[in-house]
C-alpha cells in the first residue's frame, strides 16, 4: 500500500516542463523506484525531486540532469535536451530553479 499523498496529475502535453517532469516519474516508476531511492542515488533531497516530478522546479545544473538520467537509466542526452526545453520556459512562469 502507497505511502503519502496520491501525486499530482500533470499533463506532460500542456508544456516543456511537464514534459521533464512526467518523463522523470515514468521512468521511475517503470523502473520500480520510490521516489526517496532516486533522491538518494542523484544526491538530491526527497521533497526537490517530488517537485521535478510535478513540474515545480526543474534543476539548475545539467550535470545534476545528466547523472539523474544513469539513476533513470534513460539517455543524458535526450533528458538534457528534455531539460534545456524546459529551462527556455522558466523565465516569468513563477517556476522555482
Known sequence: MGRGRPPKRI?????????????????????????????????????????YERAERIPRDPEFVRGLAQVLQISPEQLVEEWSLAMTMRTGDGLTV
Not at 521511475?28 to 517537485?51: F, I, K, P, Y
Request: aromatic share 2%; charged share 15%.
Open 11 to 51: 499533463d506532460p502535453t500542456g508544456s516543456a516542463i511537464a514534459a521533464f517532469g512526467d518523463a522523470l516519474r515514468s521512468q521511475r516508476l517503470h523502473l520500480g523506484l520510490t521516489l526517496q531511492t532516486v533522491a538518494r542515488r542523484a544526491n538530491c533531497s526527497l521533497s526537490m525531486l517530488a517537485e
